[in-house]
């Protein structure tokens, strides 16, 4: 009688054992279905406090984490979508005007009746349209590689007089036109850490300005000042100036301040100037009266 009591009693417990297992599991899965469902739905209101069972919890906060990413990544293709639509409307807006002049020489042009002079005068023009549209494009993938790494700057020793003075002979032919003179002030031809081909294209778009800005006669003065980490170098000119409320805003692309809008421009030189020295571990800073002078400062670090 005793055995058969044991056996009912033994069975008795299977039998609860399986009921209340089948029961927790049929639960968990109730969870873990509602965890799956508030993913996919990418509700973040999931708490993991409210589930009694701890893996559960921690299930939930996982779960919790991938909604998060989710959230994150959508908003920054959001913004990266947004950019890449500015961008474009920026860059269209930018090309339209030479665009323009091309197309209505070349009809004016071919319609004919014209004199030697007015074809030789809106050839020029043609000429002049073209070599902004070239350049712009070239500014467009120098700054468009740099920004998604497709170039790497490789910063060395090397000394800053050569790139100070490779820089200076890119605009000495347009100084000239306007008859101005471009001072250097004794430099100490020191090494510095920095990738020459780059920097001379970021000093080079500074002095362009400097030279686009300025008027006929002025003056430009480059010199180089060493610092305890940095060396700085500096371009001043005395042309029309950069308001105060400017100064953060010329470096983004496309921006052009609105003492400058009467000059042809494209609004790329300084952005581009900045992102060179960023990307070898210099920064780039303006300080401008309008009317009197303008002086950018470069630093590049010390070896």
Not at 50 to 58: C, E, N, V
């Amino acid at each position: 009688m005793a055995v058969y009591i044991v056996s009912g009693i033994a069975l008795l417990c299977c039998f609860l054992t399986v009921f209340f297992c089948r029961r927790y599991v049929k639960s968990a899965f109730n969870s873990i279905d509602r965890v799956l469902d508030w993913v996919l739905q990418k509700d973040m209101s999931l708490n993991p406090q409210t589930t009694g069972d701890s893996r559960i919890s921690k299930l939930a906060h996982k779960a919790n984490r991938i909604i998060g990413m989710y959230v994150s990544d959508a908003e920054i293709a959001e913004k990266e979508k947004e950019t890449i639509q500015g961008f474009i409307s920026d860059m269209s807006h930018q090309m339209k005007t030479p665009l323009s002049g091309i197309s209505m020489y070349s009809s004016l042009l071919l319609e004919g009746n014209l004199s030697n002079d007015e074809q030789q005068e809106f050839l020029s023009r043609i000429k002049s349209s073209t070599e902004k549209l070239q350049w712009m494009m070239d500014s467009l993938i120098k700054m468009s590689r740099l920004e998604v790494g497709a170039i790497q700057l490789s910063p060395v020793r090397a000394y800053i007089k050569q790139t100070i003075t490779d820089s200076i002979s890119g605009v000495v032919a347009a100084a000239s036109k306007k008859n101005i003179s471009l001072t250097v002030c004794p430099i100490d031809d020191i090494e510095l850490l920095h990738d020459r081909k780059w920097t001379v294209e970021a000093i080079n778009n500074i002095l362009e300005n400097a030279v686009k800005y300025s008027a006929i006669n002025g003056n430009i003065e480059v010199a180089l000042e060493r610092l305890s980490l940095y060396t700085q170098i500096t371009v001043t000119d005395n042309g029309i100036g950069i308001a105060e409320n400017d100064y953060n805003m010329i470096f983004k692309r496309f921006y052009r301040g609105n003492n400058a809008k009467e000059n042809e421009g494209a609004g790329l030189g300084l952005y581009l100037a900045a992102l060179i020295m960023e990307k070898q571990g210099g920064y780039i800073t303006v300080d401008s009266k309008p009317g009197e002078y303008t002086t950018f400062s470069l630093f590049l670090q010390n070896c």
